[in-house]
């Protein structure tokens, strides 16, 4: 019996995981609304323009999404709109301080503005988040490298 009750729990770890969005922080499987996925898509084929318009209308209709405003300052900072990419962040962290993409993306945006030790704190942070490690801890700590040795 405690056998079945362990394989549950790894097999909904791994259903959690793999659900997981890049740059969002909820595991929910709640449907997403039409112009966050389309911002997603935006994203991925690089139309941050159009991305910025999609994820407004979702803040828009739900101001405390943080994936939604994580995004918003990931198609800033890729447009160098720093200062908009950093409110951006801001809001998500306001709402949700433990997001895992809003906490690497800033730390990217501090290494792009030539900020290590903030980019470090966010490296710091990521490694509370994450207690078991995460995508977005390895993916900092690797730009963290890079721009050291730079």
Not at 70 to 80: D, P, V
């Amino acid at each position: 019996m405690v056998r079945r009750g362990v394989i549950a729990f790894i097999v909904s770890v791994a259903f959690v995981s793999t659900a997981m969005a890049a740059g969002s922080s909820s595991s929910s499987t709640q449907r997403k609304s039409v112009d966050y996925e389309m911002g997603i898509q935006a994203i991925k084929v690089a139309h941050y323009e159009k991305a910025l318009s999609l994820f407004g209308s979702v803040v828009e209709a739900e101001p405390d999404n943080a994936d939604a405003w994580n995004y918003i300052g990931f198609s800033n900072r890729k447009l160098y709109r720093y200062g908009d990419a950093l409110g951006a962040y801001n809001k998500a962290l306001a709402i949700d301080p433990d997001h895992r993409g809003a906490n690497e993306y800033l730390g990217e945006l501090y290494l792009q503005t030539d900020e290590l030790e903030k980019a470090r704190e966010r490296l710091n942070r990521l490694d509370d988040i994450c207690t078991f490690g995460c995508e977005e801890f390895d993916d900092l700590k690797a730009a963290i490298e890079a721009y050291e040795i730079r």
